[in-house]
């Protein structure tokens, strides 16, 4: 039902979140390796970019480009000024250095293989998941801290540093 609502809701471009994320950006802002600033930046699942342009201001990237399966959120992330293609990082592939992937792991048909994928494609990776298994809004799959440490364990991460929102109840995973 989750996955049925969400397309359904993406594809007429509407990209809502109910929760505030400032507290996260505030934590990875703090806690970001030098190393992991002014590099090419592709955000995996940029939906209407207003993520993405947050994003970018801690990150200054050199290049920043935001992908996602929804036209309708592409279109929403160009208007905002995001250079954004569609792209199916599922079934498509896709390379750069530091890869972004912010409340999508859990979308994924095959988190495991995918990210796998992915990692192998980017140089270093951002990785934000929720750990709030009672979470009410969330269109993909709920998942707690130690599964998502499992899907990162069997897809060959490297986790450099894992940053816990504790008030936020989540996890932001710096990886290689």
């Not at 929102?165 to 290689?176: D, E, G, H």
Request: hydrophobic share 40%; with cysteine.
């Amino acid at each position: 039902m989750n996955k049925l609502v969400g397309k359904i809701m993406y594809s007429l471009g509407i990209n809502f979140s109910a929760y505030n994320v400032s507290r996260e950006l505030d934590l990875l802002q703090k806690n970001i390796p030098d190393d992991f600033l002014q590099r090419d930046v592709v955000d995996i699942g940029c939906g209407d970019g207003r993520l993405s342009l947050k994003l970018k201001q801690i990150l200054k990237p050199k290049f920043f480009l935001g992908i996602d399966l929804s036209k309708s959120l592409i279109k929403s992330a160009r208007k905002r000024g995001l250079n954004a293609k569609v792209l199916d990082i599922e079934s498509q592939t896709y390379s750069g250095d530091l890869g972004i992937l912010w409340s999508v792991l859990h979308h994924f048909n095959d988190p495991v293989g995918t990210l796998e994928k992915i990692s192998k494609e980017f140089h270093s990776l951002i990785i934000r998941e929720s750990i709030d298994e009672k979470r009410l809004i969330e269109l993909g799959r709920r998942m707690n801290r130690k599964e998502i440490m499992k899907i990162l364990s069997a897809s060959s991460v490297k986790i450099r540093k894992v940053i816990e929102a504790r008030k936020n109840k989540s996890l932001i995973i710096l990886t290689k």
